[in-house]
């Protein structure tokens, strides 16, 4: 190695050759110690020769502190700024240059993304890092990397939805065209969606997405949005807010929010269903409940594939108001748009308005119509159902009480204690049930038909919610302090007999077994529902009072102590409710052997028959005999 230096050193001030330095840096074992760690300075030959540099450069073109073989002092570290100054002021201007001067984790910098700078190839080279097909591998070495862009403040999920969208799988699958990371934001100034500059600014992603899609970006500038969103209205819509950003899907998929079925709620609807488009530029802002409510809505929503959308009879990309002539929805056009599903109609056909907004007070005759057979008909349907309810009730009402009359001898079933208990319970019950549930379902009708507004509905469902915990607090002293309350709960207690009767029950009622077992004072279907309900109502009290006081259980406990409580309370609610509608609502009214109602909540009394025919195995001294 000696003579080697000291023969190269004769060429004075020659200029080193590339094999003068890979003498050295050849040596895959040549190290240097920095800070205590082993650093290479090792140059793989063969990769630096066929690297874009290798092929151009020297070594001391770069390096051009280094005169000579041997070091007197440490080369300097080379600067790719003295050959690239312009992608290193665009990089610098970059959201990853900026992330570097934070000090936390560094961002991308130029090895990063191009390679070592000792074997960096051309862009062009199937090999390259930044080779068109390997720059959404390149960028997923950092943004699909969890752990790197959590620790910043970001998320995988844009290059994971990259992957899954139309341009990632096309890619994946050797498309050339098919837009890649930097056709978006760039390659070296990449700038958050919040600067003005960037590609991926709300006002520039038109022109970005032209690149690929010009006949597209063409026919939107032309439209009602494009025009809108050159003005600099922030609120029109560009292309992402219809397509997404990085999760871009074909219109032909399903899931895609520019689907068909997707259009009218989640597409459109997100604009215009809102109040915000009628403040701001007087658009009516119930343009798609009305497009629901008609029969192309409807089929829609049912999932028809031919009627028609929004895109139908508006178009996609070059939309434009009514006013214009060259809207597909002016009148002039009409003819041909609506013609293409309704062949054959006529000037008489497409006056009628799609959206009928507006009601009794607009110039539209066909909607003022419309809106008055509404309006007749809502009264007729109140005013005849009312009438028939009323009609119906009477007679119920007089027959019901008639064959009451009939029922004797009866016994008391409920005194007046349990029939007040009773009472109070079914009243909360139902109260907490509707305005609980209108709150799950505010635009259910009978929620409409409420009219409460969420602050009322609150107060009422909390007073209710109080009632019934009330109700539930008494009931127990009245088991413990009352000798009818003991006598109840020794009653109700289960035993292992209600078992076998219930599995007698079910063979007597199958054909399976010839007499009907018999119960006591209650049956087991009767203690179950008992015992269904005393648990039910210990833990709608306990997570509804978790829920009101939402606040001191998360910082107790922990946040999700309060999402338990509310699927808890959400669940248990279905599950009372239907176990009322199925079981409890079969016992008292559509037994045959009750029907129409058991009438024992009302005056306490039962018939004697049907209770010794039920409760055969109850003592003779139970009741009282009228």
């Known amino acids: 190695m000696l003579l080697l230096l000291t023969a190269v050193a004769a060429r004075g001030e020659q200029k080193l050759k590339n094999e003068d330095c890979l003498a050295c840096h050849a040596d895959a074992s040549l190290t240097k110690d920095v800070n205590g760690r082993p650093v290479s300075l090792s140059v793989d030959a063969t990769k630096f020769g066929h690297s874009v540099h290798g092929a151009i450069f020297q070594c001391v073109d770069c390096h051009t502190d280094v005169k000579s073989l041997a070091h007197e002092t440490p080369p300097k570290k080379v600067s790719c700024t003295n050959c690239h100054q312009e992608a290193h002021d665009a990089y610098l201007a970059s959201t990853h240059a900026r992330a570097s001067k934070t000090g936390r984790n560094p961002a991308a910098n130029c090895e990063d993304c191009h390679g070592g700078v000792h074997e960096i190839l051309p862009g062009t080279d199937a090999n390259a890092p930044v080779n068109r097909a390997k720059i959404p591998t390149t960028c997923g070495r ?55 500059r960037s590609p991926i600014s709300k006002q520039h992603v038109p022109a970005t997405c032209g690149k690929c899609h010009a006949d597209v970006n063409s026919a939107f500038m032309g439209s009602i949005h494009g025009q809108a969103l050159t003005r600099g209205n922030s609120l029109a819509p560009s292309c992402t807010d219809c397509h997404g950003i990085h999760s871009i899907q074909s219109h032909k998929d399903a899931n895609a929010p520019t689907a068909e079925g997707n259009l009218a709620r989640e597409t459109c609807g997100r604009c215009h269903e809102g109040a915000r488009l009628s403040r701001e530029f007087g658009l009516p802002g119930n343009s798609v409940q009305s497009y629901l409510d008609t029969y192309h809505g409807l089929a829609k929503e049912g999932g028809s594939v031919m009627a028609a959308n929004c895109a139908s009879c508006h178009g996609v990309h070059n939309i434009l108001p009514s006013s214009d002539p060259h809207s597909t929805v002016n009148a002039a056009h009409l003819e041909a748009t609506c013609g293409k599903c309704h062949q054959g109609v006529t000037q008489k056909f497409i006056q009628t308005k799609v959206h009928q907004n507006g009601g009794l007070r607009t110039r539209d005759i066909g909607t003022r119509v419309v809106s008055w057979v509404r309006v007749i008909y809502l009264v007729l349907i109140v005013g005849v159902i009312g009438a028939m309810l009323l009609h119906n009730g009477l007679i119920w009402r007089y027959k019901a009480r008639a064959r009451r009359r009939t029922m004797n001898p009866t016994m008391t079933r409920m005194s007046v204690q349990q029939r007040w208990q009773h009472l109070v319970l079914v009243a909360s019950f139902l109260v907490l049930v509707v305005t609980g549930f209108a709150l799950k379902y505010p635009d259910a009708w009978w929620v409409t038909l409420l009219g409460l507004g969420e602050q009322v509905r609150a107060l009422v469902h909390r007073i209710a919610g109080v009632v019934l915990m009330g109700a539930g607090l008494y009931h127990l002293l009245y088991l413990v302090m009352l000798a009818e309350g003991r006598k109840l709960m020794r009653d109700l207690a289960p035993r292992p007999r209600d078992g076998f009767d219930a599995v007698g029950t079910m063979l007597y009622y199958l054909g399976l077994r010839t007499t009907k077992p018999e119960y006591g004072r209650f049956s087991y279907a009767e203690k179950a529902e008992y015992w269904a309900l005393v648990w039910g109502t210990a833990l709608m009290g306990v997570t509804g009072v978790m829920l009101w006081a939402k606040v001191w259980v998360g910082n107790s406990f922990a946040r999700w102590w309060v999402d338990v409580a509310t699927a808890v309370h959400f669940y248990e609610a279905i599950l009372a409710t239907l176990a009322i509608l199925v079981w409890h609502m079969y016992q008292v009214i559509f037994d045959p052997d009750v029907y129409p109602m058991n009438w024992a909540w009302f005056d306490g009394k039962m018939p004697v028959e049907h209770y010794k025919k039920e409760h055969g195995r109850e003592e003779e001294d139970e009741g009282t005999r009228d």
């Open 142 to 196: 950092c943004h699909g990397e969890k752990f790197l862009m959590e620790s910043n403040g970001m998320s995988t999920q844009p290059f994971v939805s990259y992957q899954a969208s139309v341009h990632g799988r096309a890619v994946e699958h050797g498309s050339q065209k098919a837009a890649v990371c930097t056709d978006c934001h760039g390659a070296h100034q990449i700038l958050p969606a919040s600067d003005a």
